[in-house]
Structures are given as structure tokens and as C-alpha cells.
């Protein structure tokens, strides 16, 4: 599976969630897709966005919050998932994107090239839910599910160590943060 496939299942349920993406691929890509005052590219700050994420998800109990994470990133914060597990927030559903690589820089191999189980050690954390997908059919029934069921999960999507086209993003960081405070403000 692609990633941009996934992000396409996703993209048009996510119009009035709270929406934080990692920094590099995943982040061009959902901006490929087409941007929304309410997503919030975290620039820079690798393995962060879970807990900017969980942050947002215990302020805005009535929204829901999604967080598109990187394995790379994931792996650089792995004490999060406790923290996460936790607070457990029934509105934030975190979606990795494991391509086993730090793509966005080369492509590396992470840990989870080496057999690291990113749903095993969110589930031993504590989360209620957390599923690897292999296929865009799994991920499409893996999200649908995720949104029923109102509990902290994650989905660990398997996808290609490949894409986007291009990273360039025409949104520079201070626009992006200013706008999307300014819509949470208003929601
Ligand atoms: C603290 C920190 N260290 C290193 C980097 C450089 N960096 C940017 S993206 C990236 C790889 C991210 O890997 P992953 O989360 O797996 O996403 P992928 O690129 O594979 O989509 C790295 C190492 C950074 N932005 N911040
Ligand atoms: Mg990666």
C-alpha cells in the first residue's frame, strides 16, 4: 500500500477534526491533497505529534483529533504511548505511516525494519486499539472502525518507502500555526 492511497480513505472524513501531521512525507502529501485550516503540519519537531496531539484531544474533548505519525518519528518518542494510553482520550485516533525508513531524509531503516511491533507497543502501553494494516482495504476498515468506536487508537498502516513527488509546501510554518489557532479559537 501507498501512503497517499490511505491518505485518500481518509481525507474527506477529516474536514472538521482536529488534524496534526508529522513533519516531511506524510506532511506533503496530505498537503497534496489539499489544504484545510484545520490541519497542523508539525514542522521540525520529530516524534512530537502525539503529544501535541493529546494536548489538543484533552482541551477539545468535542472535537476529534487525528495524528498522521511516521514510524522514524514515532520511534524517537516512544514514551508518549504511556502518556497517551494514560489520558487515554476517546477522540484521538493515531495513524502511523510505517514505510520502515526515515524517508523524508534518504530513506534509512528504522527499528521497525528489524521487526519492532509499533501496535504491540502501543497496545502493551495501554492503548484500547491499535491494529497493523497491510492493505488499503484493511486501513479503509481499520479507520472506519477507529471512528466507531470512540476509544484512543492507533492504526499502524505497513506502506512503501516511497512518494511524495515533491515536499515542496507553499504554506510557511507561522501561517500554518497561525491559522490553525485561529480556527481552534473559533470552533
Ligand atoms: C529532532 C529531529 N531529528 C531529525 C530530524 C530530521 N528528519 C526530518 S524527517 C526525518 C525522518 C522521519 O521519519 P519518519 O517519521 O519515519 O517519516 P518518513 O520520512 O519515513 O515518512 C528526519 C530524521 C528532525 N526533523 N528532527
Ligand atoms: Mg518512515
Do not use: C
Not at 58 to 80: F, Q, Y
Not at 124 to 151: H, Q
Request: net charge neutral; hydrophobic share 50%.
Amino acid at each position: 500500500m501507498q501512503r497517499i492511497e490511505a491518505l485518500r480513505i481518509l481525507y474527506p472524513d477529516i474536514e472538521n477534526d482536529i488534524v496534526v501531521t508529522i513533519m516531511g512525507a506524510v506532511a506533503a502529501e496530505v498537503y497534496s491533497l489539499g489544504h484545510r485550516k484545520n490541519f497542523f503540519y508539525l514542522q521540525h519537531a520529530m516524534g512530537l505529534a502525539s503529544s501535541m496531539g493529546l494536548g489538543l484531544a484533552l482541551s477539545k474533548p468535542d472535537k476529534r483529533v487525528i495524528v498522521m505519525d511516521g514510524d522514524g518519528s514515532l520511534l524517537m518518542n516512544l514514551g508518549a504511548l504511556s502518556t497517551l494510553a494514560w489520558y487515554a482520550p476517546k477522540n484521538l485516533i493515531h495513524v502511523v505511516f510505517d514505510n520502515q525508513s526515515l524517508l523524508s531524509v534518504g530513506g534509512f531503516p528504522t527499528a521497525t525494519a528489524a521487526g519492532s511491533d509499533l501496535a504491540g507497543i502501543a497496545q502493551k502501553s495501554g492503548y484500547r486499539e491499535a491494529a497493523t494494516v497491510r492493505s488499503v482495504e484493511d486501513f479503509a476498515r481499520a479507520w472506519r472502525a477507529a471512528r466507531e468506536r470512540l476509544e484512543l487508537s492507533m492504526i499502524v498502516a505497513k506502506v512503501e518507502a516511497a512518494g511524495p513527488k515533491s515536499f515542496l509546501m507553499d504554506l510557511p510554518l507561522l501561517e500554518n500555526r497561525f491559522q490553525f489557532q485561529r480556527w481552534l479559537k473559533e470552533e
